[in-house]
T-cell receptor, first 111, second 111 residues
Framework: DAKTTQPNSMESNEEEPVHLPCNHS???????IHWYRQLPSQGPEYVIH???SNVNNRMASLAIAEDRKSSTLILHRATLRDAAVYYC????????????FGTGTKLQVIP | NAGVTQTPKFQVLKTGQSMTLQCAQD?????MSWYRQDPGMGLRLIHY???????DQGEVPNGYNVSRSTTEDFPLRLLSAAPSQTSVYFC??????????FGPGTRLTVL
């Protein structure tokens, strides 16, 4: 399985943008890049996913490098409610895919 | 919609006891999974199901059994609880579109 690498932790000031990086140098052509986040004492929740092009939704933006070996989750204005562990995972399309959740990046938002 | 529900929220067992963690989803998803999360760790896949009557092992299946008699329900059985099974257990469901929806978790302590 292709693996991802993320920093263990990051800090951001409230109301400032946050860029959370993820490296996935062994990504295959059929792997989608998914981001989930886990708020304290809750289950993970889906944030965004993409294949090649940059993606936007109401929660965040996903910027994917041209060679697809890295990606960045962008929170445009961090709030205290965005403090969570963010997981970057790879998942091929079609059928059930076993997914590996690493330890993710713990984001601390400073008021 | 309730989404993915898990019961109980908390459970304390003595070593050797058995119990069943319940998981139900109301989104008509084909795929369901059980994960465990130990302190400071990512999620590890225990068992999964791609449809009613079909289950398979994940990364850490030993000590756990599953069955899937209906699309909605995917219970996880601990046959003889051990302290090493102290963890938070998350159930998730997904459709072929790949986004996983997680339940709120069951926090299990085995004494």
């Amino acid at each position: 399985d292709a693996k991802t690498t993320q920093p263990n932790s990051m800090e951001s000031n409230e109301e400032e943008p946050v860029h959370l990086p993820c490296n996935h140098s062994t990504i295959s052509g059929t792997d989608y890049i998914h981001w989930y986040r886990q708020l304290p004492s809750q289950g993970p929740e889906y944030v965004i996913h993409g294949l090649t092009s940059n993606v936007n939704n109401r929660m965040a933006s996903l910027a994917i490098a041209e060679d697809r070996k890295s990606s960045t989750l962008i929170l445009h204005r961090a709030t205290l409610r965005d403090a969570a562990v963010y997981y970057c995972i790879l998942r091929a399309s079609g059928g059930y895919q076993k997914v590996t959740f690493g330890t993710g990046t713990k984001l601390q938002v400073i008021p | 919609n309730a989404g993915v529900t898990q019961t109980p929220k908390f459970q304390v067992l003595k070593t050797g006891q058995s119990m069943t963690l319940q998981c139900a989803q109301d989104m008509n998803h084909e795929y369901m999974s059980w994960y465990r999360q130990d302190p400071g760790m990512g999620l590890r896949l225990i068992h999964y199901s791609v449809g009613a009557g079909i289950t398979d092992q994940g990364e850490v299946p030993n000590g756990y059994n599953v069955s899937r008699s209906t699309t909605e329900d995917f219970p996880l059985r601990l046959l003889s609880a051990a302290p090493s099974q102290t963890s938070v257990y998350f159930c998730a469901s997904s459709s072929q579109m790949d986004t996983q929806y997680f339940g709120p978790g069951t926090r299990l302590t085995v004494l």
